[in-house]
């Protein structure tokens, strides 16, 4: 199959339904890639970005989308042609007084601090309403002894997923090898009618409400006056930290977790029960300001790929990801439910029966009536003072993609630190890394966030980076 089949019949492409909401589409999910280099030469530097502006024209000619820019017409979000693709952006940060050398940035382990949007990446989380939406974006950034490769995705076009399978097919672009015959199908699906909406009836009326999204506007307006206790903070308030969990921390945790299963409880995963682990770490963290922990309610947001739940490949580059929802008052997660405990109501959510239908339930409400939608969206219910939304990477293979002799594999890989669209509670894991830790992107208000670095069991099981 000819890479240029795709180009030439490119047409508009309308959005997975799930992507088809306004804030959702001002969004870019950003994640940079980490490089060492064996020198500072010009000559290297032209080697780095000549491979790098091939890979991207390579992957723009397979898959055309990929070239395009997000627009809303007729309240339908689509993917349209652009007159010019968008280039490779250049940083040479060398001799930027702000920015450290690889060393330096190395030595401290790459924290959040150091890594900020407005250096390291092409454009910001959050965009303005009614500014451009490429899909992709990509910055390559030159440090003293170090190259950081930033790539940021247009949300609504993709999700991690989505953009881990994209990367990957740019790093193999940029190795010089072809696009297989099912890469180029599966990349250039349609997505149109890829969830087909729900009958009435549920899969089982007795399901869990743990992972009812339906019922949350209720719990809401039940614990108003709780809740609102503690607005929101603003962004010049909150602050973002790395915490490392090493393979063998991850392993005792799942270990001691397992030991207290709920009875319904035949598995759980590494993923469980750091999810767990972390929405209990953050609620002890907050529980000193709280007036009435017993009372206060919290609620844990976890995001899920549905792809294999409506027969997608796992290379399926859209957007197919739904959220559980969890819920606990403060002081029973914290004094009263054990690890275990927690991990497996995060386990049972997954049902894939509840799952699928939960999803459909989404995307019937986004196909319906939008501004509903929005207004039951994770964003829109939760409040940040007591909840978490927690998004995970750590399947996605970063470490092991090549990018050619220049550059070869990431050492390391972060998410830069954004603070518009922030929100204190958001949890991200990073792609586990080669030697099977995981690092761990927290967003919380300053107070809560020094209470969490000196908590002792966040001490026990973690590295704290910053």
Known sequence: MEQSTYTEHFEDCILDILGQTERINRLYTQITLCFPVSSDSPTLRIEIIGTLERGLVQLEKGFPWIAGHVV??????????????????VRELQDDGTVLAWDELKGERFPFRMLDEADFAPCKTMVEPGSERPVLLVQVNFVKGGVFLTFNAQHG???????????????????????TDSELKIGNMQRTDRIPLPDTKGPDDSESRDSRPEEVGQDMEASEATRNASIATPSSDIEWAYLEFPAASLASLKKLASQNLTADAAFISTDDVLSAFIWQSIT???????????????????????????????TYPGLMTTATWHFSSVDDLVHQRSLGAVASDLRAALNPDKLKYHAQLQARTISQDKKTAAQRSVAALSNPSFDVRLSSWAKEKMYDLEFGPCLGRPEAVRRPRFLEGAREGLVYFLPKGRDGSIVVGVCLREDDMKRMRIDGEVVRWSRWIG
Request: hydrophobic content about 35%; proline content about 8%.
């Open 72 to 89: 809303q017409d007729k309240n339908i979000f689509k993917i349209k042609t652009l007159e010019t693709a968008p280039k490779l952006v």
């Open 157 to 179: 076009s993709m999700d991690m997923a989505g953009q881990g399978q994209v990367i990957t097919l740019f790093a193999k672009a940029c190795r010089g090898e072809n696009f």
């Open 284 to 314: 002890r963290a907050r529980q000193p300001r709280l007036d009435s922990p017993r009372s206060t309610p919290t609620t844990l947001t976890r995001n899920v790929d549905v792809r294999r739940h409506f027969d997608l490949p796992p």
